[in-house]
């Protein structure tokens, strides 16, 4: 049980925060550290709707939904945070190489499109 008027239980448990904060950091540096970590935290984000407004018009049902994608946004919000704030030259990175992607497959696209044009 933890005391909060025992200075050495509260310096405990102090380090034991800063440590969980700085074990926290130290794996998503690791995770973005790969490409296939950058990758999956890219699609991870993606499913965050991060540039949504969030609105759904309706009724109750659209109020359930609307709530719903809040907390989906709010936890890419707090993702790219920590992404940022611990890895920031790597969620550059990250962004840098998910564009390329995107414009890679828009080139297959044209590409597989004009085949089957002609």
């Known amino acids: 049980m933890h005391d909060p008027n025992d200075a050495r239980q509260v310096r405990q ?5 800063k440590l969980g904060r700085e ?8 995770v973005m550290e790969t490409e296939y970590g950058r990758r999956f935290v890219h699609g991870l984000l993606g ?3 991060l540039r949504s407004d969030g609105y759904v018009p309706g009724g109750p049902e659209a109020q ?3 709530d719903y994608m809040a907390g989906r946004r709010s936890i890419g919000i707090e993702l790219l945070g920590e992404l940022e704030r611990h890895a920031p030259h790597l969620t550059e990175r990250m962004s840098e190489e998910a564009r390329l992607m995107q414009a890679e497959a828009e080139l297959a696209d044209l590409i597989a499109e004009e085949q089957n044009d002609g």
Do not use: G
């Not at 074990?23 to 690791?30: E, G, T, W």
């Open 23 to 30: 074990r926290a950091a130290d794996d998503l540096h690791a």
């Open 64 to 66: 359930r939904h609307q």
């Open 13 to 17: 448990a102090e380090q034991r925060e």
């Open 47 to 49: 499913l965050c709707n």
